[in-house]
C-alpha cells in the first residue's frame, strides 16, 4: 500500500499538534491532533480532500467545545468551602478593639476567636457586627456592618 503526500502532511500535522500539547497547559491541542488523525485515515480510505478538511475542522472544533465543558465540569469552585475559607462572608462580633495604628483586634466566628483587621483600616469598636473580607495568614480582614442577615455570634 503506497501512501499519498497529503496522509504524511496529515500524520505530521497530528504529531506536531501531540508533542505541543505536552508542553502546554489546558488540553486545548489535542483535539486538533485527532482530527488530523481522523483527516489521515479518510485520506487512505481514497475520500477527496475537501471531505479530509472538513472532518479535520469539523471534529476538532466540535472536541475543542466538548473538552471546554468537561475542564469547567471538573475545575469550578466546590459548592462548599473548606479550611479557613468558609470564613469568608461569615458573620461575627468585635470582642477587642480592631485598631490599625496599635496593630490589636479580635472578633468571633460563632465560638472561635479571630485576631483580626479592619479591611478600610478604620476602628472598629466592641460589640460592632461585622463580615470577613477575606483570610490572611492567621488573622481575618473584616468591614464593619450595620445589619446583619444571619448573626453567627
Do not use: Y
Amino acid at each position: 500500500m503506497e501512501f499519498s503526500l497529503m496522509f504524511w502532511i496529515w500524520v505530521a500535522i497530528a504529531a506536531v499538534f501531540t508533542v505541543a500539547e505536552i508542553f502546554t497547559a489546558g488540553f486545548f491541542l489535542f483535539p486538533f491532533a485527532v482530527g488530523a488523525g481522523v483527516a489521515a485515515v479518510i485520506n487512505i480510505l481514497g475520500l477527496p480532500s475537501w471531505l479530509q478538511w472538513v472532518c479535520f475542522l469539523g471534529l476538532s472544533g466540535v472536541l475543542v467545545l466538548a473538552s471546554r465543558r468537561l475542564a469547567d465540569r471538573f475545575s469550578h469552585e466546590p459548592p462548599e468551602k473548606v479550611g479557613v475559607d468558609r470564613l469568608i462572608g461569615q458573620a461575627g462580633i468585635v470582642i477587642e478593639p480592631i485598631d490599625h495604628v496599635t496593630d490589636s483586634g479580635r472578633v468571633r466566628i460563632k465560638k472561635d476567636e479571630w485576631r483580626a483587621e479592619s479591611a478600610d483600616e478604620s476602628r472598629i469598636e466592641v460589640n460592632a457586627k461585622i463580615r470577613v473580607v477575606r483570610v490572611e495568614g492567621a488573622h481575618l480582614v473584616v468591614e464593619k456592618v450595620e445589619k446583619v442577615e444571619k448573626a453567627e455570634e
